[in-house]
């Protein structure tokens, strides 16, 4: 079973939905948990970073945390056609830097 | 504030060379950690350096090392280059905080190996 479980299935979605991205994790030990997005030959940029369970507002973006069940996701408003771009979960454990990534979703927003 | 910088952003070599890859984290970051990014695995942990010292190391082989300099500056080389390790390589620089393990991601460097 990989650490990290994010189903890396396109999204295409018109403008001005809501877009909903989730991963799931096997290890209980993870307590930081982050965001990416990555465009296209571009490196990835930190969206969200959530320490722990519960939720993370930044403008139109909110991240979810739900330890209990090993699940988290996010969420973007209102998306627009600049949203378009592969979203990255990543986490760690506390004390060590090491980023266990799921696979990524490419989303597309169309206009 | 400068981000991460990496160099150069593309290259091409021939199985069986050497490559080494460079990094230069945000100013006042004393950790770099390496990934290697290709479209099945998806983003993989080679090696972190903190304070010049490798404090964290992934599931690669030892063809892959790496370095870090006195101002953190880290360099990544790759020996006997096969064409597996055609892949974009990323470097991210944090602070090295272990209760803040934000990571600020390069634009990678995109070897090709022929």
């Known amino acids: 079973q990989k650490e990290v479980e994010q189903d890396p299935g396109p999204l295409s979605v018109p403008e001005g939905a809501i877009v909903s991205l989730n991963c799931t994790y096997s290890?209980?030990?993870?307590?930081?948990f982050m965001w990416y997005r990555q465009y296209s030959r571009k490196g990835p940029e930190l969206l969200m970073y959530?320490?722990?369970?519960g939720n993370k507002e930044d403008g139109r973006f909110t991240a979810q945390v739900d330890k209990s069940s090993k699940y988290i996701s996010l969420f973007i408003r209102d998306s627009q056609p600049s949203d378009s771009a592969t979203y990255l979960c990543a986490m760690s454990v506390y004390g060590n830097n090491r980023l266990a990534f799921g696979k990524g979703n490419q989303v597309v927003v169309i206009p | 504030k400068a981000g991460v910088t990496q160099t150069p952003r593309y290259l091409i070599k021939t199985r069986g060379q050497q490559v080494t890859l460079s990094c230069s984290p945000i100013?006042?970051?004393?950790?770099v950690s390496w990934y290697q990014q290709t479209p099945g695995q998806g983003l993989q942990f080679l090696f972190e350096y903190f304070s010049e010292t490798q404090r964290n190391k992934g599931n690669f082989p030892g063809r892959f090392s790496g370095r870090q300099f006195s101002n953190s500056r880290s360099e990544m080389n790759v020996s006997t280059l096969e064409l597996g390790d055609s892949a974009l390589y990323l470097c991210?620089?944090?602070?090295?905080?272990?209760?803040?393990?934000?990571?600020?991601f390069g634009q990678g460097t995109r070897l090709t190996v022929v």
């Open positions: 991210a620089s944090s602070t090295g905080d272990v209760m803040n393990t934000e990571a600020f």
């Open positions: 959530t320490y722990s369970s």
């Open positions: 290890n209980s030990a993870f307590q930081y």
């Open positions: 100013s006042g970051h004393r950790s």
